[in-house]
C-alpha cells in the first residue's frame, strides 16, 4: 500500500480559467492567457523547490482551434514568445522542456523554435516540464495507430505488441505516466488530455482558476495524493 508515501513524481495540470480569471477582475481575454502562461513560469519554480521531477501542462488542445481566430493568434503567439524568451533561464534553472501534440499542425516558427529548445534542453535534469500545444487524446492514440499499422506493414509481428511498445509510440514515450492530476477553474472533465496514460493518475479538482493557483493550492493536492491509497487494481491487504 502507497497511502501517505511519497510525492508524485510527475503531475498534469489541465490549466483552465485563465479567460474567467480575465472576466474576474476586468481585464481582457489576454491578459488572463498572459497572467496563466507567467503563472507556469512560476509554478516551474516551485516544482523544482519540491523536487517534484515531472510537470506536464495542458498549454492548446486540438479542440481550441475552435475558437476565435484573434484568440488563437494571441496563443500561438503567446507559446512561441514564452518559447524564446526562456531558454536562458530554462538552462540556468536546469529544466528540460518537451512539447507533445501534433506539430504537423503547427507554424514552421513554432516548430522551429520547439525543436530547437527541445535540443538545446535535453541534457537538462532538474525538472522535466512538457507542454502539450495542439494536443489531443484520441488525437495521439490515433497518431500511434498508423504508426503501428506501418510497422505491421513493415512487418512487425503484432503477437509481439504489448502496452509497453504501444506507450513507446505515444507522443510521451519517454515520460513516465503522470501520478496526479490537477485541473482548476471548478471544471470536473478530462478535455482529451493524456487519456492513455493516466489510466492510473489520482484525480485534483480544485476551483481556482490557473493564474490564481499557487503554491499553497499546489500543497493542497499533493497534500490530498499523499493520503489516498493506490490500488492499481490489487485487492488492499486487511
Ligand atoms: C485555459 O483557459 C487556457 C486554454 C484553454 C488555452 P480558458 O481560456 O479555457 O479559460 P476559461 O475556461 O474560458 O475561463
Ligand atoms: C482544456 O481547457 C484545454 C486546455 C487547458 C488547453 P478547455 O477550456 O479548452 O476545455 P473545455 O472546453 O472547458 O472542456
Ligand atoms: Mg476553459
Known amino acids: 500500500m502507497d497511502k501517505g508515501a511519497s510525492n508524485p513524481r510527475h503531475i498534469a495540470i489541465i490549466l483552465d ?6 472576466k474576474k477582475y476586468g ?30 501542462v495542458y498549454a492548446f488542445s486540438t479542440e481550441n482551434w475552435k475558437r476565435s481566430e484573434d484568440e488563437v493568434t494571441y496563443l500561438m503567439a ?37 525543436v530547437s529548445m527541445e535540443e538545446d534542453t535535453k541534457e537538462m535534469k532538474k525538472l522535466n516540464l512538457t507542454f502539450a500545444i495542439n494536443y489531443g487524446g484520441r488525437d495521439e492514440i490515433l497518431r500511434a495507430s498508423k504508426k503501428l499499422a506501418e510497422r505491421a506493414k ?5 503477437k509481439t505488441v504489448d502496452e509497453a511498445y504501444f506507450s513507446s509510440l505515444l507522443d510521451t514515450s519517454d515520460i513516465p505516466d503522470p501520478d496526479l492530476l490537477i485541473r482548476t477553474s471548478g471544471e470536473e472533465r478530462i478535455s ?3 487519456l492513455w496514460q493516466i489510466a492510473y493518475a489520482e484525480m485534483y479538482f480544485t476551483d481556482k482558476y490557473w493564474p490564481e493557483f499557487t503554491e499553497e493550492d499546489l500543497d493542497l493536492a499533493i497534500d490530498s495524493y499523499r493520503h ?4 492499481f487494481g490489487a485487492r488492499k491487504e486487511d
Open 154 to 158: 513493415e512487418g512487425l509481428d503484432l
Open 78 to 114: 503567446l507559446m512561441k514568445r514564452y518559447l524564446s524568451k526562456n531558454k536562458v533561464d530554462a538552462l540556468r534553472k536546469g529544466i528540460r522542456i518537451r512539447v507533445i501534440g501534433d506539430r504537423s499542425g503547427l507554424s514552421e516558427d513554432l516548430r522551429r523554435l520547439i
Open 17 to 22: 480559467g485563465n479567460g474567467r480569471y480575465a
Open 228 to 231: 489516498r491509497e493506490r490500488r
Open 192 to 194: 482529451n488530455f493524456l
Open 27 to 56: 481585464l481582457l481575454r489576454q491578459q488572463g492567457h498572459k497572467a496563466g502562461a507567467d503563472n507556469v513560469e512560476e509554478m516551474g519554480d516551485i516544482f523544482i523547490a519540491k523536487g517534484i521531477e515531472y510537470m506536464t
